[in-house]
């Protein structure tokens, strides 16, 4: 159930306005101006060329993208196959992955769009065996008190903040 919050804990129009959330002031008698205002969502594929800086000329253009003063956002979606793709591509294993995608949420240009939620589900994934999707899905039952989750993965039965049914 959605409550003032929204259904993730985030006050709808959030996004629009990061600095003055995380500030926890809507408007703190400043004008739109003098915040930071998000200009455009970040993908996979410019995260991967800055991680792994290859190829050179990509990597110096995503690079040049999370310096440019531009704030980008980061999705759960691009998150998981930021894991995906270092995981099963370049052989990255869990523990470095975990750093990596704290290092990319750390990024002074990037803002998430469920920080929270996120943070959780990387603890999630390097702690235990869960797969990325799978600790997401706790990372949330958690955060938003559900504490289930309806899945036959076996696996999330080792978490005991949350109840799997199913």
């Known amino acids: 159930m959605a409550g003032p919050l929204g259904a993730w804990g985030v006050r709808p129009g959030a996004l629009q306005h990061p ?36 190829p050179d000329g990509l990597a110096r253009r995503a690079r040049a993208l999370l310096e440019s003063g531009e704030t980008l956002i980061l999705t759960d979606i691009v998150c998981a196959e930021l894991v995906y793709v270092l995981e099963s591509v370049y052989g990255v294993r869990r523990e470095r992955l975990a750093r990596l995608v704290r290092a990319v949420i750390g990024f002074e240009s990037i803002v998430c769009a469920d920080e929270p939620v996120l943070l959780r589900c990387i603890e999630l994934y390097e702690a235990t065996s869960l797969h990325f999707a ?3 899905l706790v990372a949330g039952a958690e955060i938003t008190g559900a504490r289930k989750v309806a ?16």
């Open 19 to 54: 600095v003055r959330e995380l500030a926890g002031d809507p408007l703190g008698g400043l004008e739109t101006s003098d915040y930071q205002v998000m200009t455009a969502f970040i993908d996979t594929n410019v995260l991967v060329r800055h991680l792994t800086g290859e």
């Open 134 to 136: 799978d600790s997401y």
């Open 151 to 166: 899945s036959f993965d076996r696996a999330i039965d080792k978490i005991p903040s949350v109840e799997r049914i199913g």
